[in-house]
């Protein structure tokens, strides 16, 4: 059965920007509707330029959604595709809860591809969407 809802998990990453072009060929051959999600963390470090140089200040959740609302044009035109941000320190538990709430289908996310031993030692937001996420995970590896 073909996805109708794709929640694509987005870090600004070349990575991410391949996924979002596979995702793009499923949903034309499916008429699958698209949403492009980014999780900010709200705690986030903000480095002294930022106070320093207001020019260089740290992204806000509107810019994201601009750079979101961005990709979304370049690469799923024609398509509907829509865009959100969401503030979460756990970027994971944020897409999981997303795709629950939003009746979503399928979630594609890119893999760092982590070692072993990286991975048990900081985790993984893919690894933690797999575990964790009721619908199907499709990982686009590197």
Not at 86 to 107: F, G, M, S
Request: net charge negative; proline share 4%.
């Amino acid at each position: 059965m073909a996805a109708k809802h794709i929640l694509v998990g987005v870090d600004f990453s070349e990575h991410s920007r391949r996924t979002i072009e596979a995702v793009c060929e499923y949903a034309k051959a499916n008429q699958s509707k698209i949403t492009l999600i980014y999780v900010t963390d709200p705690r986030a470090f903000v480095p002294p330029q930022a106070v320093l140089l207001p020019e260089r200040a740290a992204p806000t959740k509107e810019t994201h959604k601009a750079e979101l609302d961005e990709l979304r044009d370049e690469l799923l035109a024609g398509l509907d595709a829509h865009t959100v941000v969401l503030e979460d320190h756990a970027p994971a538990r944020a897409i999981c809860n997303y795709a629950k709430d939003n009746d979503v289908d399928l979630i594609a996310i890119g893999s760092h591809g982590h070692g072993r031993v990286e991975l048990w030692l900081i985790g993984s937001v893919a690894e933690r969407v797999v575990r964790h996420a009721r619908c199907n995970v499709f990982v686009f590896r590197r």
